[in-house]
């Protein structure tokens, strides 16, 4: 059985961020048999705002499992557990876990991810849609306004198009021309896509722009996204770019 697990607000300033933490919580539970397979972790950009309480960039962690030899009630617990007792000292921890629930319960949840990108939300107004779609939302510490972020995130990765997946990717030295093929051979992604959508076929050649690289959330599956130079030649994106996912 699969579900989404999704945190938000478990660190301060001068900790380690909430993608840290997931990982760490992926890490445990893939031991202690909770889980037996993980996604990546993708990043969620929230409400970018000053009336928005955030540590550094308002983003929300979520991955897909599946279950192991333990109950989904049982992850919930360890996961509460978990981020009661590691997240950091004045955060406001928040998490929430979706399994189960009907389509228009997942459009609902959607929704309310795509609103939390551009509106500032309360937390009434998560527990309600909580309540009303049947999914699990906790609160951990502090004001508890990390629900917020945490059902948003859930309902973006619903979406199957919203996150940056958690670490960098090198694939090579900047200028360095290679085939689409080679990308995934290299990293392990789904596909190559453009942003304005459109599928790379395995033969045509990307340059690199640099050392690192973000792959991202994209129709469900891992992806690399690239543009068209002033040339009109694929390229990858700088990270400065994908700071758009």
């Given at each position: 059985?699969?579900?989404?697990?999704?945190?938000?607000?478990?660190?301060?300033?001068?900790?380690?961020g909430s993608g840290q933490l997931a990982q760490q919580l992926i890490e445990t539970m893939l031991e202690d048999d909770y889980i037996s397979d993980c996604s990546s972790?993708?990043?969620?950009?929230?409400?970018?705002?000053?009336?928005?309480?955030?540590?550094?960039?308002?983003?929300?962690?979520?991955?897909?499992?599946?279950?192991?030899?333990?109950?989904?009630?049982?992850?919930?617990?360890?996961?509460?557990?978990?981020?009661?007792?590691?997240?950091?000292?004045?955060?406001?921890?928040?998490?929430?876990?979706?399994?189960?629930?009907?389509?228009?319960?997942?459009?609902?949840?959607?929704?309310?991810?795509?609103?939390?990108?551009?509106?500032?939300?309360?937390?009434?107004?998560?527990?309600?849609?909580?309540?009303?779609?049947?999914?699990?939302?906790?609160?951990?510490?502090?004001?508890g306004d990390g629900i917020i972020g945490a059902i948003a995130g859930a309902g973006l990765r619903i979406t199957g198009n919203d996150g940056r997946l958690r670490g960098?990717?090198?694939?090579?030295?900047?200028?360095?021309?290679?085939?689409?093929?080679?990308?995934?051979?290299?990293?392990?992604?789904?596909?190559?896509?453009?942003?304005?959508?459109?599928?790379?076929?395995?033969?045509?050649?990307?340059?690199?722009?640099?050392?690192?690289?973000?792959?991202?959330?994209?129709?469900?599956?891992?992806?690399?996204?690239?543009?068209?130079?002033?040339?009109?030649?694929?390229?990858?994106?700088?990270?400065?770019?994908?700071?758009?996912?």
């Amino acid at each position: 059985m699969s579900f989404i697990l999704c945190i938000d607000d478990t660190d301060n300033i001068s900790t380690p961020g909430s993608g840290q933490l997931a990982q760490q919580l992926i890490e445990t539970m893939l031991e202690d048999d909770y889980i037996s397979d993980c996604s990546s972790i993708a990043r969620h950009q929230l409400f970018f705002n000053e009336a928005v309480p955030y540590t550094s960039h308002n983003s929300a962690m979520s991955f897909s499992a599946e279950l192991g030899n333990r109950s989904l009630d049982d992850v919930i617990d360890f996961a509460s557990d978990f981020l009661r007792e590691n997240s950091a000292a004045g955060s406001d921890p928040g998490l929430c876990v979706v399994n189960g629930i009907a389509p228009w319960d997942q459009v609902r949840i959607a929704a309310y991810g795509i609103r939390a990108k551009s509106e500032l939300l309360t937390k009434q107004s998560a527990y309600r849609f909580a309540n009303i779609s049947g999914v699990h939302l906790s609160e951990h510490g502090g004001t508890g306004d990390g629900i917020i972020g945490a059902i948003a995130g859930a309902g973006l990765r619903i979406t199957g198009n919203d996150g940056r997946l958690r670490g960098w990717l090198r694939l090579g030295e900047k200028g360095e021309l290679i085939t689409v093929a080679e990308i995934i051979r290299r990293t392990g992604v789904d596909k190559v896509v453009s942003r304005s959508d459109k599928l790379l076929s395995p033969v045509e050649k990307v340059r690199l722009s640099g050392g690192k690289i973000k792959a991202v959330f994209h129709r469900h599956m891992e992806a690399i996204p690239v543009l068209r130079d002033e040339n009109g030649r694929w390229k990858t994106l700088t990270p400065e770019q994908s700071k758009q996912y």
